[in-house]
């Protein structure tokens, strides 16, 4: 009964620094995308993608790569970090954009 | 374009009140509509979606095509009820991928 499993919860990362951010589901969604919340601005879409090979750009991409090689996986990658990254990140996945989404837990990240 | 307005930041009642938390959307053709909720440290879930016209936790919303509006009801509050509201669009953005996009969200406390 996993649903999105998002990795890790918490992260604290230095100015450049990269990393990724994992996001996998169990529910064998084509629809998966990942956002971002920040206080008073609500959830913005970062990047999007509607089966394994395709992936588009959303709201804000600058700055993050995202690729979706398997059904299951869509990772989220922070090439070069920066304050302005510091948030909570949402993976969420569907059948269909039309159909409700299934959120993971979050990832909160800090970026100094 | 595809917009989703939440005028509201915070909203806040008192037990057993009537809540009302307004969502207005721009869309030329018919969208698809939904409420979300973020209890406190929680990932978000879905609470209502206008298709399946259906009351969960005591809310209820109906779509007014006129007022391009979705608003979220619940004639007595509780204090359960305190968390973040979303509302958002899945729609077509011109092409053939469609885009969810969600308002700010509301704040939501319900006072004893």
């Known amino acids: 009964n996993a649903g999105v499993t998002q990795t890790p919860k918490f992260q604290v990362l230095k100015t450049g620094q990269s990393m990724t951010l994992q996001c996998a589901q169990d529910?064998?969604?084509?629809?998966m995308s990942w956002y971002r919340q920040d206080p008073g601005m609500g959830l913005r879409l970062i990047h999007y993608?509607?089966?394994?090979?395709?992936?588009d750009q959303g709201e804000v991409p600058n700055g993050y790569n995202v690729s979706r090689s398997t059904t299951e996986d869509f990772p989220l990658r922070l090439l070069s970090a920066a304050p302005s990254q510091t948030s909570v990140y949402f993976c969420?996945?569907?059948?269909?954009?039309?159909?409700?989404?299934?959120f993971g837990d979050g990832t909160r990240l800090s970026i100094l | 374009a595809q917009r989703v307005t939440q005028p509201e930041k915070l909203l806040s009642v008192f037990k057993g009140a009537p809540v009302e938390l307004k969502c207005n959307y721009s869309y030329s053709g018919s969208p698809e509509l939904f409420w979300y909720v973020q209890y406190s440290r929680q990932r978000l879930q879905l609470l209502l979606r206008h298709i399946s016209r259906e009351s969960i936790k005591g809310f209820t919303a109906d779509l007014n095509k006129g007022e391009t509006s979705f608003h979220l009801k619940k004639p007595f509050a509780q204090e359960e009820d305190s968390a973040m509201y979303y509302c958002a669009l899945s729609g077509s953005s011109g092409g053939s991928n469609y885009k969810l996009t969600f308002g700010k969200g509301t704040l939501l406390t319900v006072n004893p």
């Open positions: 969420a996945s569907s059948f269909r954009l039309d159909q409700p989404q299934h």
């Open positions: 993608s509607v089966g394994a090979g395709i992936t």
């Open positions: 529910m064998n969604h084509e629809y």
